[in-house]
């Protein structure tokens, strides 16, 4: 016994007082994946004529979950036709049917929460406790909010004549895989538009189920379809002329391809790009409430978040302690398995992105600024790295321009308020921002000039879906969430 307590010690790092967590594994033989997928077209499952598929993992384990088909080009055209043939029926159908149907995928999502979360979880690196409390309650929420518009889309724009545009081809990313096909999905369909989503090649796994989900609701066929596949697939669907609306999350550099398709097409384009939000924090913040924002800004789902508080500002005088007491709160991260109920920073979604964190950090630290890592270990397989803050970081850095898009916060300092406005504004992007003061009056001064679509005071990554999201500059352009939202998808004339 004395030298199991002995053994244990060891083991246990200093900075949790001798104290051991005990796993907390989260169960997962309550979900099924099966080995193979097809493609949802005209409301069945299909193989794809292309024949090819391709294996998806669990980054957390490299282990092969499932195959999923890789749509090609006539998969796309079939899917798209299937959209246009169904648009005929859900567009013309009275709002407060299409309702029904939103509210049923609603409460089917929250009934088959557990499910889904466990599975985002496994196919995308995410913390349980993240696809949980997070991902899945978010996802719901979309749907049932859109649901409520479904019927009064004559109220949302008064003197109007809303209609819908007809097929929306969108394409989502891999950090939010579910909750982007929510957050797509939702307020085309409420619109009275037809879809057909691509996943990422990363995470398909959910917005696959959420097919099911959307059979079992019994939405008409066609209204949703989705194609598995990669960027080629993506390029198809956003290139294919029976589309009427393109709605893209992702990468800047892809944005600006989508948007070179699309120009001179007519076409309706909302984009939803990179960020490098500034998180500023003036010296009369709470520091302890501001370190537990800056925390949740960069290093919630593993800094995988378009508006990641990626660049903290901090004003000279209290960067200094700041700065330890951030340092002292990373320590106590819980890095590691994504299904343990404990854990705060799960796996990187990828190699490739595991790629880029880490040439990023190189360059950082080859321009001279100063790495510092939460001490932890990490599993053997699968894609991890350290929670990472980086000290005296010039704004010309990569690390201070480029989004990381990693667990990986660049720390600069400022003396005025103009300064903080004049740093925080320096970078191509424009998506979101943190203001951390007790004076109000300085929040709504900031908030009128920093660039950015969403600044939060206070607090950091709140997302709800009466809320418009969007960005400015190279962040992309449109609103999603909210009424704006809805405009989106609404020829309004
Ligand atoms: P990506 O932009 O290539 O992928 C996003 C989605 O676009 C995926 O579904 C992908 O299959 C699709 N896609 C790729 N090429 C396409 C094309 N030519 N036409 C149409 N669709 C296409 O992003 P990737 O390569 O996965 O990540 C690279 C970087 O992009 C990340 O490191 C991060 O900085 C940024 N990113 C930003 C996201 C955001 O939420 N704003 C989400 C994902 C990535
Ligand atoms: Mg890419």
Not at 288 to 314: K, P, T, W
Request: aromatic share 8%; proline share 6%.
């Amino acid at each position: 016994m004395a030298e199991q307590l002995e053994r244990q010690r060891e083991r246990a790092p200093a900075r949790f007082g001798g104290l051991e967590y005990a796993p907390a594994p989260e169960a997962t033989d309550h979900v099924t994946i099966r080995s193979d997928h097809g493609l949802l077209i005209g409301g069945r499952w299909v193989e794809p004529a292309s024949g090819r598929r391709f294996k998806t993992i669990n980054p957390a384990t490299e282990e092969v979950l499932a195959e999923v088909a890789e749509a090609g080009e006539e998969d796309v055209d079939a899917a798209v036709r299937a959209a246009r043939a169904a648009a005929k029926v859900w567009g013309r159908m009275p709002g407060a049917e299409r309702a029904k149907y939103l509210y049923r995928v609603a409460r089917i999502l929250q009934e088959r929460a557990r499910e889904f979360a466990v599975l985002e979880t496994m196919n995308g690196g995410k913390p349980i406790k993240e696809s949980r409390d997070v991902d899945l309650p978010l996802a719901a929420a979309h749907f049932f909010y859109h649901a409520g518009w479904a019927d009064k889309l004559d109220y949302a724009f008064p003197g109007r004549r809303p209609a819908p545009l007809g097929v929306a081809a969108q394409v989502i990313p891999w950090n939010f895989p579910l909750l982007m096909a929510a957050w797509k999905l939702a307020p085309a369909l409420a619109a009275g538009n037809t879809v057909v989503l691509k996943p990422a090649e990363t995470t398909p796994l959910t917005a696959l189920r959420l097919g099911e989900v959307l059979l079992e609701a019994g939405l008409p066929d066609g209204v949703v379809n989705i194609l598995s596949g990669a960027g080629a697939t993506g390029a198809a669907l956003v290139g294919h002329d029976g589309v009427d609306k393109v709605a893209f999350t992702g990468s800047t550099e892809v944005g600006k391809a989508i948007q070179r398709t699309l120009a001179g097409s007519g076409r309706k384009l909302t984009l939803e790009l990179g960020g490098k939000a500034a998180n500023i924090v003036f010296e009369d913040a709470p520091l302890d409430q501001a370190v537990e924002g800056i925390v949740n800004g960069i290093y919630f789902n593993q800094g995988h978040v378009c508006c990641a508080g990626s660049r903290l500002l901090v004003q000279e005088s209290i960067a200094e302690p700041l700065v330890d007491k951030l340092k002292r709160r990373m320590a106590t991260l819980r890095v590691g398995d994504p299904l343990d109920k404990n854990t705060d920073v799960g796996a990187i979604n990828s190699r490739a992105q595991l790629d880029k964190i880490t040439e990023l950090v190189a360059s950082g630290e080859a321009d001279g600024a100063e790495a510092w890592q939460a001490p932890c270990e990490l599993p053997s397989r699968g894609f991890w790295f350290r929670p990472t803050v980086f000290t005296s970081v010039a704004q010309s850095y990569r690390i201070a321009q480029e989004e990381i898009f990693g667990p990986v916060l660049s720390v600069l300092t400022f003396r005025t308020p103009d300064e903080a406005v004049e740093k925080a504004n320096n970078t191509p992007y424009g998506l979101s921002a943190g203001v951390w003061t007790d004076k109000g009056s300085r929040i709504l001064e900031l908030a009128n000039r920093l660039q950015a679509g969403v600044v939060w005071a206070n607090t950091f990554n709140r997302f709800d879906p009466t809320a418009p999201f969007g960005g400015y500059k190279e962040s992309g352009f449109g609103r999603e969430g909210g009424r704006h939202g809805l405009a989106a998808y609404l020829d309004l004339s």
